[in-house]
C-alpha cells in the first residue's frame, strides 16, 4: 500500500489540460466543506442573528471571506514542500522541550487547543442528537446523540477517504439547498429582508454586548483553524504533492507547480463558494425570524428553537425538512472534523519522537483508532453539558486564538522555506500579512475579555 504522506517521484503527474479533468482533480474542497458548512452556520450563526439582528452582517462577510486566503498559502507550502502540516509547524523557530528533544512551540500551542476542540465536537454531535428527536418524538436527544457518535465513530474507523469524499458531497449539498430555499421562502413573509435591513447591515456597528459571540462566530465559521490545518492533510491524500514532485532541478518543475498550485486555489475558491453561499442564509433567517420573535437557541431546546427558522417561512410540514437538514450538516460536520483530525494526530505522535514516520501500517492504525475513539469521547462531554452553543462557544474560541498563529508560521514559511519561484504574489502577500494583524489584534483583545471576566 502507497504511503500518501511521503512524496513519490514515480507520481508525478502533468498538470489537467481541461476543465473537465481539473474538476477530476478538485475534492479536498468538497470534504472541507463537509466540516466547515455545519455547526458554525447551524448553531452560532443563527445564534448571533438572533441576538443581533441583521446589524452584523458584515461581519458575517468578513469571518466568510478572511481567513481563506491563509488556507490556500499554508496549503501551497505544503504541496510544494511535501512537509504535512505539523511538520510545516515544528520548523517555525523558538524551542521548547519536548519528550524526545526540543519541537516548536506552535506545537505544544497546537495541542493545547485539542481538548477545547473535541468538546466543541461534542456540540456538533449533541446538535445532530437533536435534530434527529425532531424526527422521532418521543426520544430522548441524549440517546440519538450517543447513536449518532456510534454511527461516525463506524463511519471513520474505515478510514476511506473516497467514500468520505462522496458522503460530504451529497449531505453538503441537502443543507445548502434547503437554506437557501427556506431564505427565499422567508421573503414571503412578515419576517422578509427589506432594503433597510441590509442597509443596518452594512452599518459596520458591533454591539459591545454580542462581542463575545460574535468572537466565536469568526472562530468557528468560514475556514477555522482546524479546517486550515486539515485542508493540507486532503491535499495530501488526493495526491497533489506527488503530481507536483520535488526535482528542483527539473526545468520543468516551476511551471508545474505553479499548474497544480492554479488548481489548488480553484479548489479553494469552490470552497469559498459554498461556504459562502451556506453560511449568509442562517444569518439572514437568524436575523428575520428568531431576533424578530425573541427566540434564543439554548441547552435541549437549541435546534427546536432553530426549527422555527424553516417552519415560521414553509410552514409547519417543513419541520421534518429542517430535521433532516440539520442532521445531514452536524453529522457531516462531525465526519469530515474528525476524519480531519484523526489524520493529522498521528502527526504529534510522530514530531514528539513517539512514532516512525515511515511505519505507514501504524499510522493508519492510529488515523483509525482515532477515528473510532474521538466521536464517543467528544460525546461524553456533551452528555456532561448539554448546551450545543456552549460547547461550541469554548472550540469556537480556542480556534479564533490559534489563527494568528497559522497566518504568521505561513508568512515565515513562505519567506524562508518556499522555493522562491513558486512564491505567492505580491497581493497575495499584502492580503496575508493583512489578515495575520487582524488576527493578532483580534486574538489580543479576545484574550483580554477572558482575563477581565476571570478576575471578576
Known amino acids: 500500500m502507497s504511503d500518501p504522506y511521503t512524496t513519490r517521484e514515480d507520481a508525478i503527474r502533468p498538470p489537467p489540460a481541461t476543465w473537465a479533468d481539473r474538476l477530476r482533480h478538485l475534492g479536498p474542497s468538497v470534504v472541507i466543506t463537509g ?14 442573528g438572533a441576538a443581533a439582528g441583521f446589524a452584523l452582517l458584515w461581519w458575517m462577510l468578513v469571518c466568510c471571506w478572511s481567513k481563506s486566503i491563509v488556507q490556500a498559502e499554508l496549503a501551497r507550502y505544503v504541496v510544494v514542500s511535501g512537509d504535512t502540516y505539523l511538520r510545516a509547524m515544528n520548523r517555525i523557530p523558538g524551542r521548547l522541550p519536548g519528550p524526545a528533544g526540543p519541537v516548536s512551540w ?20 449533541g446538535g445532530a442528537g437533536q435534530a434527529l428527536a425532531l424526527l422521532t418524538p418521543g426520544v430522548d436527544s441524549r440517546w440519538l446523540t450517543l447513536l449518532s457518535a456510534v454511527v461516525a465513530a463506524a463511519i471513520l474507523y474505515t478510514g476511506s477517504y473516497r467514500r468520505l469524499e462522496q458522503t460530504m458531497l451529497a449531505l ?35 454591539p459591545a454586548e454580542h462581542l463575545v459571540l460574535a468572537l466565536a462566530v469568526y472562530g468557528a465559521t468560514g475556514v477555522n483553524s482546524a479546517e486550515i490545518s486539515t485542508y493540507t492533510y486532503w491535499c495530501i491524500e488526493k495526491g497533489y504533492p506527488h503530481f507536483i514532485g520535488r526535482q528542483h532541478d527539473d526545468p520543468s518543475w516551476p511551471s508545474r507547480a505553479h499548474s497544480w498550485i492554479r488548481l489548488l486555489k480553484l479548489d479553494v475558491w469552490v470552497t469559498l463558494a459554498i461556504l459562502t453561499c451556506a453560511t449568509l442564509p442562517f444569518y439572514l433567517l437568524g436575523a428575520g425570524i428568531l431576533h424578530a420573535t425573541d427566540q434564543h437557541p439554548q441547552g435541549l431546546e437549541t435546534v427546536h428553537v432553530l426549527s422555527a427558522m424553516f417552519t415560521q417561512t414553509l410552514g409547519g410540514w417543513s419541520l421534518g425538512l429542517f430535521g433532516s437538514a440539520a442532521f445531514c450538516i452536524l453529522f457531516s460536520s462531525v465526519v469530515a472534523g474528525f476524519g480531519g483530525i484523526s489524520r493529522f494526530a498521528p502527526d504529534y505522535l510522530i514530531e514528539f519522537g513517539y512514532l516512525d514516520r515511515a511505519k505507514l501500517q501504524e499510522r493508519i492504525r492510529w488515523i483509525r483508532v482515532c477515528g473510532g475513539v474521538l466521536p464517543i469521547a467528544s460525546m461524553l462531554f456533551y452528555l456532561f453539558l448539554p448546551s450545543p452553543v456552549a460547547l461550541l462557544i469554548i472550540g469556537a474560541l480556542m480556534g479564533a486564538l490559534l489563527l494568528p498563529m497559522q497566518s504568521g508560521a505561513t508568512l515565515w514559511l513562505q519567506r524562508h522555506r518556499l522555493d522562491a519561484r513558486v512564491r505567492p504574489s505580491a497581493a497575495a502577500r499584502v492580503f496575508l500579512w493583512l489578515t495575520f494583524v487582524f488576527q493578532v489584534l483580534m486574538a489580543v483583545g479576545l484574550t483580554w475579555i477572558v482575563v477581565h471576566q476571570a478576575m471578576d
Do not use: C, H, K, N
Not at 35 to 48: A, K, N, Q
Not at 180 to 200: G, I, K, N, P
Open 172 to 206: 453538503v449539498g441537502v443543507f445548502t439547498l434547503a437554506t437557501v430555499v427556506s431564505v427565499f421562502a422567508m421573503q414571503f413573509t412578515e419576517y422578509r429582508l427589506s432594503w433597510s435591513d441590509a442597509a443596518a447591515g452594512f452599518a459596520f456597528d458591533f
Open 35 to 48: 466540516s466547515i458548512v455545519g455547526s458554525g452556520e447551524l448553531i452560532l450563526t443563527s445564534s448571533l
Open 106 to 125: 506552535t506545537l505544544w500551542f497546537s495541542l493545547l487547543s485539542f481538548i477545547p476542540g473535541v468538546i466543541g465536537m461534542g456540540g456538533i454531535l
